[in-house]
């Protein structure tokens, strides 16, 4: 059986500016950003005349999957822009981090705020979501 690694974690965005300042205010890396599209895009995609402008951002520490943020230029993106968390599909990533504290104050400072507040999951950890543009949810877990 092959094994599984986690590489990245796809994420449409309409405004890859804004996407890509919400991460970096966490403290996340871009490693790059590209405008990719052609036949291969389409295949892979199963649209046709895939223009995409993208970019991949890493966490702080390298730890985790990277996020693939991407701003689909043709054919035009469908769907909700905002998805309460107990919606059908991905909703959010989590990271687990060192000093949560430190992370919500960051994005609390970059104009960012929680879904509602920092609690207490059994002793076992600290845990928020921190909600940014156009409905991204990361949720941070620090472990007691």
């Not at 059986?1 to 804004?18: A, I, P, W």
């Not at 892979?44 to 970019?55: K, P």
Request: charged share 20%; proline share 5%; glycine share 12%.
């Amino acid at each position: 059986m092959t094994d599984f690694r986690m590489d990245h974690v796809g994420v449409t965005v309409q405004d890859l500016d804004k996407a890509i300042a919400f991460f970096e205010a966490l403290g996340f890396q871009v490693e790059g950003r590209a405008e990719v599209g052609g036949s291969w895009a389409d295949r892979v995609n199963g649209l046709d005349g895939t223009r995409v402008d993208m970019a991949m951002v890493r966490p702080p520490g390298g730890n985790g999957p990277k996020l693939e943020l991407s701003r689909f230029m043709s054919p035009e993106p469908v769907g909700e822009q905002r998805r309460p968390v107990n919606s059908f599909g991905f909703t959010h990533v989590c990271y687990q981090v060192e000093d949560v504290h430190s992370v919500v104050a960051k994005a609390c400072d970059a104009g960012y705020g929680l879904v509602r507040e920092l609690v207490n999951y059994q002793d076992v950890y600290l845990l928020a979501y921190i909600q940014g543009p156009e409905g991204l949810l990361v949720e941070v877990a620090q472990a007691l």
